[in-house]
């Protein structure tokens, strides 16, 4: 097993105990969590090629909606 699959197997790990904190606690390590996924993506997308990180990517998007969604309209300026 490589590394970017063990670490992304850690990261899918750790996003589901951060689930289960209380919402004033998930902040900071959501926030880790969301910069830390598109560099397994992308290194999960070396390594195995690139059907493998479009799967990543919509399974990062479905787990972070809202909050990419806020930042979304935050950009743009309608929130």
Same mark, same amino acid.
């Given at each position: 097993?490589?590394?970017? !699959? ?8 750790? =996003?589901?105990?951060? =689930? ?8 900071? /390590?959501?926030? =880790? !969590? ?15 090629? @690139? ?15 809202? /909050? ?6 935050? @950009?743009?300026?309608?929130?």
């Amino acid at each position: 097993m490589s590394i970017s !699959l063990t670490l992304s197997c850690i990261w899918v790990l750790l =996003a589901t105990l951060v =689930a289960f904190l209380p919402m004033r606690h998930q902040y900071r /390590p959501g926030f =880790a !969590l969301l910069i830390a996924a598109p560099v397994l993506i992308v290194w999960l997308g070396y390594d195995y090629g @690139w059907v493998w990180s479009v799967m990543a990517v919509l399974a990062f998007v479905s787990m972070f909606r809202n /909050p990419l969604s806020y930042c979304w309209r935050k @950009w743009r300026g309608t929130v």
